[in-house]
């Protein structure tokens, strides 16, 4: 199953869908899958996206805070 999730997951990136991922999996608290793949950055040269890459998404918050709903 794991090999399935990876599979689905790179060939949505291959399809430019989405940048990169990172996935974490827990079955009966117990974690299954736990992965990071593709590339944080991009240009001017790539760095992969690593387990402990930070995310800002703190621009967000006023956006979706403020926006009417649809």
Known sequence: MRQVVLDVLQKEMDLKHIPAVVIQVSYQNEVVLKEAIGNRVVYPTQAPLQLNTMFDL?????????????
């Open 58 to 70: 703190t621009s967000l918050t006023k956006v979706v805070a403020t926006l009417p709903p649809f």
